[in-house]
């Protein structure tokens, strides 16, 4: 499938932005422009804006039933065009195409999930305490249309999370996507468009993330943000939110700790962990990154996560074999090459990687990074890239404080045999998700986010819905 140039979806067409303008996108493992994006302008987020509020008032009334085939039949769409889209993926943001096609199968099963749950959305009859001829009720609302923000390490995922359990409470969206990942969320919309999605109730612009956040939050139209980012850009956006009283959902940034107890099973331990941080080439916001060693087994678990990465091939996602791909762009390979440095500094050493691999292209060799000084920029700051940094400990506690010192909490993750070593890691690590003696295994009817500085609010379960509904208290006397 060639690369297509990415235009904007308004009012359920594709058009070209009003005054012609576009960007260049990229293909992170030539570092080559492969297509053009539409850049977004006022007029454009008007017409969006006018077409997400018409959406919005025949989409909040058509039964939730009508809307769950609908979005049904966009899943199925999403799994018989998986190769296609991962292929588009695989071009402009890097990842293996295995990865790619994953995103786009993994979507499928995110709309099929809310697309049921949207079916259950009730509200309830409270008895009243003074006079039983009042009918008392709790109706659940859709809030009304939707700003959306997402990134572009996931260009599928993030936007399908916001969007499924948007539509199946009964909002309209418009979606600002990522520029430098434009054509994979693109197909994410059209097979929505495909499946008889009505007018305007999805929106997809592209442009410049400033503009278009300070000109759609504060708009009178829109009654609900979700952003996917990092913590200071996230801060920003809810402080303007919160100046417009809007409902906000944000899914900021990480710096997730992996705690490998005495008693762990070192080859589960660096297998789990490791899928999980050199998946996209560790650009994730739940990726394991400070890693945290008893110190009886910290050199056999640095051994062998050493002959782990070495075992990865590094290379061009689309190209048969390749486990990582390269960095989404050259800001990416300059952050390596700065975290790997101040390590170096602070009296780490490079066990593995470290350094560019070539000069065509954006990749990095797969890194890890021992005897790490809590002082280092890498245990403090989240690399967003393909390295480990390990250090050891020597008790629990003293793990644990660590993996709560940062003022971040997204993910977390625990290796140990003992019952009582995985209930005080569940208890005590302040995260909005750990796993234990597995890599991260997110699912659409668990909850999705983090605490902290890591945001608030949930992308997945039924806790999901809530942000996207009014709760309203009617009572009528009846006379």
Known sequence: MSYPNTQLFINGEWQDAADGKTLAVFNPATGKEIGRVAHAGIADLDRALTAAQAGFEKWRDMPAAERSKIMRKAAAFMRERAGDIGLLLTQEQGKPLVEAKGESMAAADIIEWFADEG?????????????????QMVLKDPVGPVAAFT??????????RKMAAALAAGCSMIVKAPEETPAAPAQLIKAFA????????????????????????????IRKITFTGSTPVGKQLAALAGKHMKRVTMELGGHAPVIV????DVALAVKAAGAAKFRNAGQVCISPTRFLVHESIKNDFAAALVKYTQGLKVGDGAAEGTTMGPLANPRRITAMAEFTQDAIKAG????????RIGTEGNFWQPTVLTDVPLEAKVFNDEPFGPMAAIRGFNTLEEAIAESNRLPFGLAGYGFTKSLKNADLLARRVEVGMMWINMPAMPSAEMPFGGIKDSGYG????PEAMDAYLNARAVTIMNV
């Open 119 to 135: 079916l259950r959305v009730y509200g309830r009859i409270v008895p009243s305490r003074w006079n039983l001829a009042a009918r």
């Open 151 to 160: 990134p572009w390490n996931f260009p599928i995922n993030q936007v399908v």
């Open 194 to 221: 495909d499946a008889g999605l009505p007018p305007g109730v999805l929106g997809l612009v592209y442009g410049n993330p400033a503009d278009i956040s300070n000109y759609l939050i504060p708009h009178p139209i």
């Open 261 to 264: 107890c005495e008693d762990a």
């Open 348 to 355: 780490a050493t490079v066990a593995h990687g470290g350094e």
């Open 458 to 461: 949930s992308e997945g379960g």
